[in-house]
Antibody, heavy 120, light 108 residues
Framework: DVQLLESGGGLVQPGGSLRLSCLAS????????MGWVRQAPGKEPEWVSIISADGRDAYYADSVKGRFTFSRDNSKDTLYLQMNSLRAEDTAVYYC?????????????WGQGILVTVSS | EIVLTQSPGTLSLSPGDRATLSCRAS???????LTWYQQKPGQAPRLLIYGASSRASGIPDRFSGSGSGTDFTLTISRLEAEDFAVYYCQHYGGSRLTFGGGTRVEIK
């Protein structure tokens, strides 16, 4: 079974930094496009970033571009989302997700999500 | 940037009813990369439909997707108790993903 387990969330002050991790298992991680999606309380999901299988290419939502960096370590089956210059509007549950291959960035497996709260 | 508008915002129906959910794009989706998810409280979204009409693995055949261009539809042929949830459409294009605002299907 595919499993995605996020960690690293918590409370951080505005302007601060946080690094999320996502440990993957149950599938060929190194062949999979992976993404991060966040969801603020009571709101629709918002795409954050996506990364190619080999980690060479990453794309970002305009709302996080220049502040967040998405990377992966295929030797450890792990994703990383480095979040800098955090703002109150970054407060959300962050999900890592696996793309269904060839589906046009549709995510067929999701983690349980981890809460990031940006507040003073 | 393409905007996805879902309607209605809330659909009040009874088990056994047919549900028709709409997702309208602000521009024509030339690649038909339109996805539907179901989300229940406290859970991550669940993939239902990708490529506008392809059902994901393990999804019951009462769920179907259709449409092209700017107008897309998710149909649930006969609602079951576990189908009452929020449904989101999503589009991929121009190296970005966009979600619609969602339709809540609630028990009447």
């Amino acid at each position: 079974d595919v499993q995605l387990l996020e960690s690293g969330g918590g409370l951080v002050q505005p302007g601060g930094s946080l690094r999320l991790s996502c440990l993957a298992s149950g599938f060929t991680f190194s062949s999979s496009v992976m993404g991060w999606v966040r969801q603020a309380p009571g709101k629709e999901p918002e795409w954050v970033s996506i990364i190619s299988a080999d980690g060479r290419d990453a794309y970002y939502a305009d709302s996080v571009k220049g502040r967040f960096t998405f990377s992966r370590d295929n030797s450890k089956d792990t994703l990383y989302l480095q979040m800098n210059s955090l703002r109150a509007e970054d407060t959300a549950v962050y999900y890592c997700a696996k793309e269904k291959s060839g589906s046009g960035w549709s995510f067929d497996s999701w983690g349980q999500g981890i809460l990031v709260t940006v507040s003073s | 940037e393409i905007v996805l508008t879902q309607s209605p915002g809330t659909l009040s129906l009874s088990p056994g009813d047919r549900a028709t959910l709409s997702c309208r794009a602000s521009q024509s989706l030339s690649n038909n990369y339109l996805t539907w998810y179901q989300q229940k409280p406290g859970q991550a979204p669940r993939l239902l439909i990708y490529g506008a009409s392809s059902r994901a693995s393990g999804i019951p055949d009462r769920f179907s997707g259709s449409g092209s261009g700017t107008d897309f539809t998710l149909t649930i042929s006969r609602l079951e108790a576990e189908d009452f949830a929020v449904y989101y459409c999503q589009h991929y294009g121009g190296s970005r993903l966009t979600f619609g605002g969602g339709t809540r299907v609630e028990i009447k």
